[in-house]
């Protein structure tokens, strides 16, 4: 009895969380008309990279934000960087910062942020600029040259925070296929969906900006017990902040690295699934308390997000219950071989919108495979070990 009690649960929230990606994919097919704020806001944005161990693909992103607006603010904290890189850096008008921070308790990355809008505040105070926003790039976002010019448009009209779009360097292997994908999805579902319908978006964790105000603010209460920064900060935001106004604007494009081998893979999946679980766990009941308070449907709804299954394990469950149900072990009302059509009806519909063909022809087969990489992800991420850490993503 108690083994059906949770299968049956199990299975109740399987459909939820199928019904709820079918209405989103269908909520996000379309962009909705933004809805213009009343005149427009004289704005001085500042770019922040926080570069933990940077590349040289870093001079490439300081060379498109000067090509995409060459009187650009920068300041760069550079993190257990290589002096050559940091050397080479300087030719081009920066500010920057040299600190570690692998010694702190807590989330490193929570403190590098503080740290940085510390030092942006600083450099605004000596050069008598005051900084109005704050684009966050990570270290391999490349920006389109149209970037500052589309991103501004948004800040231009009010919006608190403006969301861009992360596209890949390149998509070739089986892991950055899954990335690409992952990421493009996650543009459709929970960000152009979200803002057509509750006006709110899940942030990517790059190639966004912020107005610095609400930024500060917000970085001052992340919990340094999450292992991740993005999620933690939009609880932040949505449970500090009532009708905090905020933009998807797809035509401000960053290029970035996607991770290329199945162990950068489960890295990153780690601390993602531990970021969202550690989130859902410890601020569920502040976002529902939000929720009530504000009267607002965006903190309940972003509860319900970070509750959402792992999606290729998702999408594993799905077949393995609608093949359970052909082969005729469950001789009731043939609920997921229904469910499944519309699931895959509507998956290619995004597929076909994104052009993302060839992508997903090459991650087909890999499925199982990603979806046991995530369960142990799950498993790993929200440890308690997990805690307080940042797991960086290698890239090449």
């Not at 603010?73 to 040299?98: D, T, Y």
């Not at 790059?206 to 991740?228: M, Q, T, Y």
């Not at 046991?372 to 797991?391: E, W």
Request: proline share 4%; hydrophobic share 40%.
């Amino acid at each position: 009895m108690i083994i059906q009690t949770l299968l049956l649960l199990l299975e109740l929230y399987f459909i939820f969380y199928t019904v709820q990606w079918i209405l989103a994919i269908w909520a996000g097919r379309t962009k909705k008309r933004n809805r213009k704020k009343t005149g427009t806001k004289p704005t001085n944005p500042i770019v922040l990279i926080p570069a933990y161990k940077p590349s040289k693909t870093l001079l490439k992103v300081l060379q498109s934000i000067f090509d995409s607006e060459k009187n650009a603010n920068v300041f760069v904290l550079f993190q257990e960087a290589n002096p050559m890189i940091v050397s080479e850096a300087q030719r081009f008008p920066i500010s920057f910062a040299e600190k570690s921070f692998k010694n702190r308790e807590g989330n490193p990355y929570h403190h590098a942020l503080r740290f940085a809008v510390e030092e942006i505040n600083k450099i605004g105070t000596v050069q008598g600029k005051d900084f109005s926003h704050l684009i966050l790039l990570d270290k391999d976002n490349i920006v389109d040259r149209n970037f500052f010019h589309n991103i501004l448009e948004g800040i231009q009209q009010g919006y608190s925070i403006v969301q861009g779009k992360r596209k890949p360097h390149q998509a070739i292997s089986a892991s950055e296929c899954y990335d690409t994908i992952s990421e493009a999805i996650n543009d459709w579902m929970f960000r152009q969906a979200r803002v057509n319908t509750f006006e709110y978006l899940e942030l990517s964790g790059s190639g966004v900006a912020f107005d610095l105000k609400v930024f500060n603010e917000a970085i001052l209460h992340l919990d340094a017990r999450a292992p991740g920064m993005d999620k933690n900060l939009m609880v932040q935001l949505l449970t500090r902040f009532e009708n905090l106004s905020m933009l998807y604007q797809p035509k401000a494009i960053v290029y970035d690295e996607k991770t290329n081998s199945t162990d950068d893979l489960q890295k990153q999946r780690t601390r993602w699934f531990g970021n969202q679980y550690f989130n859902a766990f410890y601020y569920g009941t502040n976002l529902i308390k939000s929720a009530l308070k504000q009267q607002r449907i965006a903190p309940l709804d972003y509860f319900l997000v970070l509750w959402r299954p792992p999606r290729s394990l998702h999408i594993f469950v799905i077949q393995f219950l609608f093949c359970w149900e052909i082969l005729g072990i469950n001789d009731s009302f043939p609920f997921w071989t229904l469910t499944n059509l519309l699931f895959i009806f509507s998956n290619l519909l995004f597929i076909h919108k994104s052009q993302l063909w060839k992508e997903t022809y090459n991650i087909l087969f890999e499925i199982p495979k990603f979806a046991f990489n995530n369960l142990k992800a799950v498993l790993a991420g929200s440890s308690r070990k997990a805690q307080g850490k940042f797991i960086h993503t290698t890239h090449k």
